[in-house]
């Protein structure tokens, strides 16, 4: 697999190869007009590959609809994929054996966007946690007491919490249960879907550099979920840009953000608020969505050609960067 | 008011007056301040963005402008709102609601539930159009309406607009589903729109676009706007005037662009401070400590000094009064004081 060389910075190995993923779910009725490809079915994930490396954080960034918490739930067995390879350290995980997916579950944490809905309201933040233990077969009853308040410290929760109800607690602070509940267990890859969407900026500032602080004490290796540009440039160190189901760009976060390569990804720097008067007026354009034929992204693309009729391979377009568009035909292609 | 629509006035007088609003809920906890002695001046055609945390008090204001708020449980203590020369405060129910939609429209955050989800598009806007029949007494035939919906869902830059207008919310995405609430309430040509965190929960895509046609719609109508949300970055695009709110209080208001380029309040700094910036290498964000307080147990003195990273000895007893640091701009610090 070519791909996997050339992504990967030779020096690091992978946590994570998810190669050429496909996650398809049935639609009733007449198959939405989001995704019209193939008949009532809807292809959330098409394609995609990417590899989180040790120790880095892999960002994920799109749309809503983009598919971006779709491969989430891939990533902890909530969803089968329909076609594609994920290996967790090396192991190729068939989610149709059981030991396969509790594999998966016990080495990858993860944290859901919606704090209320994501924690049981009738159970004490110590249940919650307890039941993480439960789940992983890695409870000690004398270590308990030890690990619960070692891992509240870690993620930045008064002790007293410990007795609290989910309601008793703000949002900053359910997120921060989440994330205890999702590190209890060591784990290998941490998957944040959106953790502080829900949050206020000053709060989100809090949970992201408690998250910075936790990556580095901990090694960990993260999966960053957000729609926002200024998180996750400010949190992953690769960074892959999603267009309804589809990876159309991947690459070092900070080329990625400087010299975006797809016209897509082009278009959603540009689109990223800053703290300024948009003294420019941006035309704004109707929302024509993904292309059923050829390139994903030809509906809408102001630099579409005749190639466009056909789905564009990815092609190398700089140090580690590749995107998937026919502009850069004269670069080497993948696949 | 002969019309039964609010008059429009020769156009010298501020279109929003809102002054001294101090106001109370009655909870079983007892009494709550949840604003105090705000007071904002808003001109026509301008657009004006009041931001803060959660629990800031910056919705219940917006609801208090429109007079949303059931009395009881609030309760207005003292101070004055006047509409386009008319004293909100004093007019009943029915009074009130010759001011709602023609006068002030209003846009929650929550599409979802500010939509009827048995109620196609058509027949949501159809409620809309109604208002305006009556308050202007217009006639209008089915093909007449039916126009009016494409046209502002086309301005709006819905896709397949007439396919829309046969949708359920549910059938909606969040940008669409916000953009059908807009349309509800510009249907009715308001003179004051106020926008309830309208963007937050969107991506930054859809999120552009909303803010891009709230700009056109102002440019074009002369809309006067207040937004309402928690995301500086989104109000300083396209507000003129900023206020910033924090536990029931005014901290700061100003020009936008001095604003956010000189902040003078700590909070304002701090909530600046709080938006990632860089790239993984950037250190670590110089967020405000803690959470806002609450409301119902609010500290002594200015009411941030918990986690103001330059309290002084003065703001933990008494509590600074509005002091004005340039021409249109003010702030509630201490620091700001000229002595």
């Known amino acids: 697999m070519p791909f996997l060389l050339l992504v990967g910075a030779e020096d690091m190995s992978s946590i994570v190869d998810v190669e050429n993923l496909t996650v398809t779910f049935r639609a009733r009725g007449g198959g939405g007009f989001l995704f019209e490809r193939g008949k009532n079915t809807i292809n959330a994930v098409e394609d995609a590959t990417f590899h989180v490396k040790d120790g880095e954080t892999f960002g994920l960034a799109g749309e809503t609809g983009s598919g971006k918490s779709t491969i989430a739930r891939v990533l902890v067995g909530l969803y089968r994929p329909r076609a594609g390879i994920i290996r967790l350290l090396g192991r190729e995980i068939n989610f149709r054996n059981k030991s396969d997916v509790a594999y998966l579950r016990r080495n990858v944490g993860i944290v859901f966007q919606d704090p209320v809905g994501s924690l049981n309201p009738r159970l004490k933040v110590r249940e919650i946690l307890k039941e993480a233990l439960i789940a992983a077969k890695a409870l000690d009853k004398r270590e308990f007491q030890r690990r619960t308040e070692e891992i509240l410290e870690k993620v930045g929760l008064r002790k007293s919490s410990i007795e609290a109800y989910p309601r008793e607690l703000s949002g900053g602070e359910k997120q921060r249960v989440s994330l205890a509940r999702a590190l209890i267990v060591p784990k290998k890859l941490l998957v944040l879907d959106e953790p502080t969407t829900s949050l206020d900026v000053s709060i989100q500032a809090q949970v992201l550099n408690t998250l910075r602080t936790l990556k580095s004490e901990l090694a960990l290796s993260c999966l960053f979920i957000t729609h926002d540009i200024n998180v996750i440039k400010y949190m992953s160190n690769t960074l892959g840009i999603l267009y309804y189901g589809k990876l159309v760009e991947v690459g070092p976060t900070y080329d990625v953000v400087m010299t975006p390569k797809h016209p897509y990804t082009g278009k959603l720097m540009a689109n990223v608020p800053k703290l300024e008067r948009a003294e420019h007026e941006q035309e704004v354009l109707a929302d024509l969505g993904p292309s059923a034929t050829g390139c994903i992204y030809s509906k809408v693309c102001p630099q579409k050609f005749e190639k466009c009729a056909d789905p564009p391979p990815m092609f190398n377009v700089g140090p580690r960067q590749f995107a998937a568009c026919h502009l850069y035909e004269n670069s080497k292609a993948l696949h | ?339």
């Open chain 2, 1 to 339: 008011m002969s019309d039964g629509s609010p008059s429009s006035s020769d156009g010298k007088i501020p279109l929003l007056k809102v002054e001294g609003l101090t106001q109370d809920f009655a909870t079983v906890d007892g009494r709550v301040r949840v604003l105090q002695n705000i007071s904002m001046q808003i001109e026509r055609g301008e657009i004006v963005g009041i931001v803060g945390e959660s629990g800031s008090g910056k919705s219940t204001l917006g609801l208090a402008i429109i007079g949303l708020l059931d009395s009881p449980p609030s309760e207005i203590l003292s101070g004055s709102i006047v509409f386009d020369g008319h004293e909100m405060l004093k007019l009943d129910a029915s009074g009130l609601s010759h001011f709602r939609g023609p006068g002030i429209g209003m846009v929650f955050q929550e599409s979802l539930a500010a939509l009827n989800p048995v109620y196609k598009t058509e027949s949501q806007l159809k409620e809309s159009i109604e208002v305006l029949r009556k308050a202007q007494k217009l006639e209008l035939t089915d093909t007449a309406e039916r126009d009016m919906m494409l046209e502002i869902l086309t301005d709006l830059r819905l896709d397949k607009p007439e396919v829309v207008l046969k949708k359920y919310p549910h059938e909606l995405s969040g940008g669409m589903r916000q953009r059908i609430s807009i349309a509800m309430a510009i249907i009715e040509k308001p003179r004051l729109l106020i926008l309830d965190e309208v963007t937050t929960g969107l991506d930054v895509y859809v999120q552009n676009r909303i803010l891009g046609l709230l700009k056109e719609l102002n440019r074009r109508t002369g809309t006067t706007m207040i937004l309402i949300t928690h995301d500086l970055t989104v109000a300083s695009q396209i507000c003129n005037t900023l206020y910033v709110m924090y536990a029931g209080r005014l901290m700061e208001e100003g020009r936008t662009e001095n604003l956010i380029k000189a902040p003078q309040h700590p909070y304002s700094q701090k909530l600046m401070a709080a938006i990632p910036q860089g790239f993984a290498d950037a250190p670590a964000l110089p967020a405000p400590t803690g959470e806002a307080p609450d409301i119902r147990k609010l500290p002594s003195g200015c009411k941030f000094h918990p986690r103001c990273h330059v309290v002084m000895e003065k703001c933990k007893t008494e509590e600074p009064p509005y002091f004005e640091t340039s021409p249109g701009c003010r702030s509630s610090c201490w620091l700001a004081q000229k002595t």
